[in-house]
């Protein structure tokens, strides 16, 4: 990977390519605690199929940075759940679309293990084409019923270990912040985006 041009013009700016308004605002508080400032581009990236995350996100952000030309993040997640196997993973917007938190709550009827993980994973890529992975995972349980109004997906019904009894859907974005998947990768993201541009 080559070195950032010194003449950069964006600064400690990065343009992140979606259309969920939550994962933006959730990418606004984390990287403001590095003064990393983010616009959206509002814009639909094709979405791969794949049985792996980071595959996905590399995928949409190359398609992202050659549609405009800008150092751009995309952001990649699924919801794991470990008594179906990791189900539903990477499939995990189409399975909340089809069948939502309620489905969700239905195949894990009377299943004791609730153990669950979301993943995430922040590509990034410049117009040289400097592409970057970060990863980021929060475990926690999968709750016995929706719980809260915030947020967006499976908030309702993740339980982040580090705050047992209180969904990621009874939180405010900061505090879902402190631990959140997205969270921890954009973080990784931010101390690397910081070093290779100083
Ligand atoms: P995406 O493909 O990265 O947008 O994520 C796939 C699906 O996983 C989304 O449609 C949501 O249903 C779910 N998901 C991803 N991240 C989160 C999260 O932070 N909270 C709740 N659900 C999420």
């Known amino acids: 990977m080559s070195t950032i041009n010194k003449n950069f013009p964006y600064g400690r700016l990065i343009f992140f390519v979606t259309e969920n308004a939550h994962k933006f605002n959730e990418a606004r508080s984390v990287l403001a605690e590095y003064n990393v400032a983010v616009a959206m581009i509002k814009m639909r990236t094709l979405e791969v199929q794949d049985d792996d995350i980071e ?42 679309r089809k069948i939502g938190l309620g489905g969700i709550l239905k195949l894990l009827n009377g299943v004791n293990d609730r153990s669950a993980k979301f993943k995430s994973v922040v590509a990034f890529c410049d117009p040289n084409n400097n592409l970057k992975c970060f990863h980021g995972i929060v475990e926690g349980r999968i709750s016995l019923e929706a719980r809260g109004s915030g947020g967006f997906g499976f908030d309702p019904i993740f339980e982040p270990n580090e705050s047992p009894g209180k969904t990621f859907g009874e939180m405010t974005t900061e505090e879902k912040c402190r631990f959140s998947h997205r969270a921890r990768a954009l973080r990784e993201f931010a101390k690397w985006y910081r070093s290779w541009q100083a």
Not at 58 to 75: H, M, S
Not at 76 to 96: E, K, N, Q, R, T
């Open 55 to 96: 595959n996905i996100a590399r995928i949409r952000v190359l398609q992202a940075v050659r549609e405009v030309n800008l150092p751009v993040i995309v952001e990649d997640a699924g919801l794991f759940i470990d008594a179906l196997g990791g189900f539903p993973g990477p499939y995990s917007s189409y399975v909340y």
